[in-house]
């Protein structure tokens, strides 16, 4: 009897061109891009000027993806590939849980998880809420805002500030730090100077962060950095580098990702009023609408960086040790073997397993404090800001551009029906 072999893995040798998909009209729309991707090439080979990456689009592939221990996350075990694509500088701000494998990443996790358990986070909500009422007092009197920077960066800086025991003072250095970052790709800056941009703003935070663990050392207080630096398991404490890095993640995932997923929340409602106002008639299903908005237009469309660490194979594709694979989280959240009509904002939609907050191993640890802000935050914008709208055509929002990491808003030009502060200027 033959044996037939089995049929070798597809291949994507021909490459495509990062200019053919990270255009402007991506940038303000990928989802059509990322359909065409899922029915196509769903694994495909992608070269921009930074780095070449496979990008995986479908929902059942970015799943089993995102849990594969063959896709490495160790910054240390990538050696060169991660130093060309984040330079010498980014290492002092990485050596995190995010950027590590078992049995680093358990260890580093177990620490931090002390922080966002369930009666911790609820415990944070008056906190919280006091936030958001202490926003929304000094926006509503005006009738009009830009929500990025009088809101949507705000909160949630305000929130992990608080968590991390960063003083109210120096928000203004770690928002300056971390909006280089994030807005990578504007201003005109070429990526050599993107990159140049962001290793001395890395630099500062580094800097920031080194000097705030030095202080908590000196003067323990009440909050999570203090909890890390007297930490101890059964493999010890965290280390300098460890410490530095581990708070800075915090406050960047914990503040960066939120900020953008309101502004993207705000704008999906007023961009589907028929939804919005359902909302507004039953404000009882705000958490419900927001799983359905971290669905339709999440602030991480992209997973961080893993590589493979042996050949496999991803959707029928051949993946080379060595490659980047670059997870599309938005692509698979517009899956239909996810939800029917993905393209559609359906707030009525129920539970669905959104990769929003990613899967496996590094499901993103902050999900209940997101959560917790996220629908806070609507609850009461709903409420005192009812005939909310834009102050621009939607076509003229400036979002991020296609080589931030980010998927958000550069401001969102608001206007509505001025109110004076209940009891009075605060």
Request: charged share 25%.
């Amino acid at each position: 009897m033959t044996q037939t072999a089995d049929p070798a893995p597809s291949t994507a040798d021909d490459v495509v061109p990062g200019a053919e998909i990270y255009t402007p009209e991506f940038r303000a729309d990928p989802y059509p891009v990322y359909a065409r991707l899922r029915a196509e090439r769903p694994v495909v080979k992608v070269r921009t000027p930074r780095f070449d990456s496979f990008l995986v689009t479908r929902y059942d592939d970015a799943k089993q993806a995102l849990s594969d221990p063959r896709l490495s996350k160790d910054l240390y075990r990538a050696g060169d590939t991660y130093l060309a694509v984040f330079g010498e500088k980014a290492r002092q701000i990485n050596t995190n849980m995010l950027n590590s494998d078992p049995p680093e990443h358990s260890r580093l996790r177990r620490l931090v998880t002390q922080a966002f358990t369930p009666r911790r986070i609820e415990a944070m909500r008056p906190r919280v809420e006091e936030i958001v009422e202490g926003l929304l007092d000094r926006i509503a009197p005006r009738g009009a805002t830009d929500f990025v920077d009088d809101f949507a960066l705000r909160l949630p800086l305000a929130v992990i500030g608080d968590l991390l025991g960063i003083p109210e003072s120096d928000h203004e250095e770690i928002l300056a730090g971390t909006q280089v970052i994030r807005t990578v790709g504007t201003g005109g800056r070429s990526p050599q100077e993107d990159r140049a941009a962001i290793g001395q703003a890395q630099s500062r935070l580094h800097a920031y962060f080194t000097g705030l663990v030095a202080t908590k050392r000196e003067q323990p207080g009440e909050d999570l950095v203090s909890a890390l630096i007297a930490a101890r398991d059964g493999d010890g404490r965290l280390s300098e580098a460890e410490l530095v890095s581990s708070a800075f993640l915090l406050l960047f995932a914990g503040y960066q990702t939120t900020s953008d997923f309101l502004g993207n929340a705000v704008v999906a409602l007023l961009t589907h009023p028929e939804e919005l106002a359902e909302l507004l008639q039953d404000p009882s299903r705000i958490p419900d609408a927001v799983e359905e908005l971290l669905r339709f237009d999440g602030s991480v469309p992209v997973s961080s960086f893993r590589f493979a660490t042996e050949d496999l194979e991803i959707g029928g594709v051949a993946v080379p040790a060595g490659s980047i694979v670059t997870i599309v989280l938005s692509a698979a959240n517009h899956d239909p073997a996810l939800v029917a009509d993905p393209d559609e904002l359906d707030l009525s939609r129920g539970p669905t397993s959104h990769l929003a907050f990613g899967h496996g191993i590094h499901y993103c640890l902050g999900t209940a404090l997101a959560r917790l802000e996220a629908t806070t935050a609507l609850r009461r914008i709903l409420v005192r800001l009812p005939d909310l709208r834009l102050d621009v055509p939607v076509e003229d929002l400036q979002w991020l551009p296609a080589a931030s990491a980010f998927r958000g808003l550069l401001e969102l030009p608001l206007r509505f029906t001025p109110t004076p502060v209940p009891g009075g200027t605060r």
